[in-house]
């Protein structure tokens, strides 16, 4: 888990140009990967909190990989959770371990 301090406060009702901006994040990290989104984002509530959850594929040193990317956002934090494996595997169950004990540092 990493946690990024908002400029400004987020509030339920931006969330509309929240998921927006986070959609926009993960498509630019998605290419600065060399790799695109594997499936449309979702919106999740994980802790109480709504965020967007994605699957980016791509390649490093010769290994295809997956990683799921899930930013949350609470007031001024915004939370992000990333579980990687690789492409030719499933699923790891420790990604959805991530998602449920997941807790805000607040």
Do not use: N
Not at 34 to 39: A, K, N, S, T, V
Not at 79 to 100: F, H, M, N, V
């Amino acid at each position: 888990m990493t946690i990024f301090p908002l400029v400004k406060p987020y509030r339920p009702a931006l969330w509309p140009r929240a998921a927006a901006e986070l959609d926009s994040v993960a498509e630019r990290l998605a290419k600065s990967l060399g790799g695109e989104l594997e499936q449309q984002p979702q919106t999740v509530r994980i802790a109480g909190l709504r965020g967007r959850q994605y699957e980016i594929g791509y390649e490093h040193e010769g290994v295809a990989l997956r990683q799921r990317l899930t930013l949350l956002l609470s007031r001024r934090t915004e939370y992000q959770l990333l579980c990687r494996w690789e492409a030719s595997a499933d699923t790891p169950k420790d990604c959805g371990i991530l998602e449920t004990t997941f807790k805000t540092s607040a």
